[in-house]
C-alpha cells in the first residue's frame, strides 16, 4: 500500500487560513452570529483546535467545545434544531448521522482531514474484504460511507479500552486510518490487529530529536502527547491521551509548564482552565528550521468568523455548505456510532474515571 499522508499532501491547498480581522470587524462578525444563532434555533459545536474567538463564542453562545466524541453526544442531545459545527467535515456528517432530522451547517465543507482523504471508500473496502474473519474498527476522522463499512467507531479517548474489550473476547481487529494511534492502542492492549497505512498531518511532523532538546531546555516541564503522534515522540511523553485527556492532564498534574504536542488550538482551553501554568509548542520542525513549530491544522483553521456568519446570513452559501448524508449511508452508521456513544457512556460510568 503507498503512504497515504503523501496523497494528502498532493491535494493540500496552501492558502487556508482566513484573513486576520481588526477588533472592530471582529466584533461586527461576532455580534450578527449571535443574532443568527438567536433567530434560526441554532447551537455553534466548536472543536478544541478551531480558532480561539470560535471556541470563545462557542461558550458564550450555550454551545459545546470539545473533542469529537462529546460533540457527537453534544449535538445528539440538544433540542436546536440547526447544528453549525466548527471543525472539519467528518464532525459534521457524524452530526447529520446521529441526528438526520436537524440542518447541519459548517462554516465551510473544504474544511476536511488528512485521515479522512487518506482512507477512501473503494481502496478501504477492498482491504476489509480481504480479511473478512477481522472485526473492523475505524477512527472517528473518516466518512460517513467508511463508519457504514465499520463494526465500529472510536474516537482517541476510548480507543484502547474498545480494543482491549475486543481483545479479551478473542477478536482480531481492522484499525483504520491512522497508523501511529493504531501502533499506540495495539501496544497497550495486546490486540491483534492490522492497521491501515494512514497519518494526521499535524501529528505526523512532530520531532523526537527537537523534543528531547526542548525537554533539557525546560527540565520541569511534563510532555503531553497526542497518540496520533510517531512512537518516537509517545515514548516521550509524561502523559499520553486524546485532547479532553491531555486538558485534563495539565489541570491535575502538579507541573507549572508543560510541552505540548497536539495542535495548538488547544492551548485556548489549557489557558483558559490553568492561567497559571505554562504551555510551550511542542518542536515540529529540525534545527535547520526558521521556525519551532507550525502545529495547526490547515483545515481547522478555514473554521474561521467570517465564514461562520456568511453561512449564517447568506441563504446560498448555506445551501452550499449544509451536510447531507445518503440516508441509506447513514441507516448504516449510526450502528457503529452509536456503540461508540454506549461503550463511552459505560466507561465513564466506571469508578475512578471522568
Avoid at 295 to 301: L, Q, S, T
Wanted: glycine share 6%.
Amino acid at each position: 500500500m503507498s503512504s497515504t499522508i503523501d496523497f494528502v499532501r498532493d491535494h493540500l491547498a496552501h492558502e487556508n487560513d482566513p484573513p486576520a480581522l481588526s477588533p472592530a470587524q471582529k466584533d461586527d462578525f461576532i455580534r450578527r452570529i449571535k443574532a443568527q444563532l438567536k433567530a434560526q434555533e441554532a447551537v455553534l459545536v466548536a472543536h478544541y483546535y478551531t480558532d480561539h474567538d470560535v471556541q470563545a463564542l462557542a461558550e458564550e453562545t450555550g454551545g459545546c467545545v470539545s473533542d469529537s466524541l462529546e460533540m457527537a453526544r453534544f449535538g445528539h442531545d440538544h433540542p436546536a434544531k440547526t447544528l453549525v459545527v466548527a471543525g472539519v467535515k467528518f464532525m459534521g456528517e457524524t452530526a447529520k448521522i446521529l441526528s438526520p432530522e436537524k440542518r447541519v451547517l459548517m462554516p465551510t465543507l473544504e474544511a476536511t482531514c488528512s485521515l479522512d482523504l487518506g482512507c477512501p471508500i473503494d481502496r478501504f473496502s477492498e482491504f476489509c474484504d480481504r480479511h473478512p474473519d477481522r472485526t473492523v474498527v475505524v477512527y472517528a476522522n473518516t466518512s460517513a460511507a467508511v463508519k457504514a463499512r465499520a463494526d465500529w467507531v472510536v474516537t482517541s479517548s476510548i480507543a484502547v479500552e474498545l480494543m482491549e474489550h475486543l481483545a479479551e473476547r478473542g477478536e482480531k481487529i481492522i484499525w483504520a486510518p491512522d497508523k501511529h494511534l493504531g501502533d499506540y492502542v495495539t501496544k497497550k492492549s495486546g490486540a491483534d490487529v492490522l492497521v491501515w497505512d494512514g497519518a494526521c498531518i499535524v501529528h505526523e511532523e512532530f520531532k523526537a530529536k527537537q523534543l528531547e532538546d526542548l525537554k533539557r531546555v525546560y527540565p520541569d516541564a511534563a510532555v503531553l502527547v497526542h497518540p496520533e503522534s510517531p512512537a518516537a515522540v509517545v515514548a516521550l511523553a509524561d502523559v499520553v491521551g486524546s485532547t479532553s485527556q491531555l486538558i485534563r492532564a495539565a489541570q491535575n498534574l502538579p507541573n507549572r509548564r508543560f510541552i505540548v504536542a497536539t495542535d495548538k488550538g488547544i492551548f485556548y482551553k489549557m489557558m483558559q482552565l490553568c492561567p497559571d501554568k505554562e504551555f510551550i509548542e511542542a518542536p515540529t520542525a529540525g534545527t535547520g528550521a526558521t521556525c519551532r513549530s507550525c502545529a495547526h491544522c490547515p483545515w481547522m483553521a478555514m473554521n474561521g468568523l467570517e465564514a461562520l456568519c456568511r453561512v449564517l446570513e447568506d441563504s446560498g452559501y448555506a445551501a452550499q455548505n449544509e451536510i447531507h448524508v445518503d440516508p441509506v449511508v447513514g441507516a448504516k452508521a449510526v450502528v457503529p456510532l452509536q456503540r461508540m456513544l454506549a461503550f463511552g457512556k459505560e466507561l465513564a460510568a466506571r469508578p475512578g474515571r471522568r
